[in-house]
């Protein structure tokens, strides 16, 4: 019996290690990959989109913007996570709306589109 509760113990122990492992964080080159990576796609998105200089600039300011508040609810440890992916939510709603006014509704929906289709080709070889 003794025997029997040391072997699921170990087995369970053994589970629970594995699944942590996956985990991993990632290298400081992995890190640069990603963000190169990141870089590339929003600048061939912008120029896809056909947008002039003044609006490149303006449409990087805004997400400059949109992500560090988003990196400051994601700190704010007083805030639950249904209030955090509230205000998420709020500021990518703000980000679009001011998306839209630099770009023009036309553009936003072709924007929208090459983004999302790069999302997918980043996210697809992390699955595999």
Do not use: C, H, Y
Not at 76 to 88: Q, S
Not at 111 to 120: F, L, T, V
């Amino acid at each position: 019996m003794k025997k029997l509760i040391f072997t699921s113990l170990l087995v369970g122990a053994l589970a629970v290690t594995s699944f942590a492992q996956n985990g991993t964080p990632l290298t400081k080159e992995e890190k640069a990959a990603q963000k190169a990576k990141k870089e590339a796609d929003l600048t061939s998105a912008l120029i896809e989109t056909g947008l002039t200089a003044d609006q490149q600039t303006a449409v990087r300011e805004t997400l400059e913007e949109a992500e560090e508040k988003n990196k400051e609810i994601k700190k704010n440890d007083a805030l639950t996570d249904a209030e955090k992916t509230a205000k998420k939510d709020e500021v990518n709603s703000a980000k679009n709306d001011k998306l839209k006014q630099i770009m023009g509704a036309e553009k936003f929906k072709v924007w929208s589109a090459i983004r999302k289709k790069q999302k997918e080709a980043t996210a697809a070889p992390a699955t595999n």
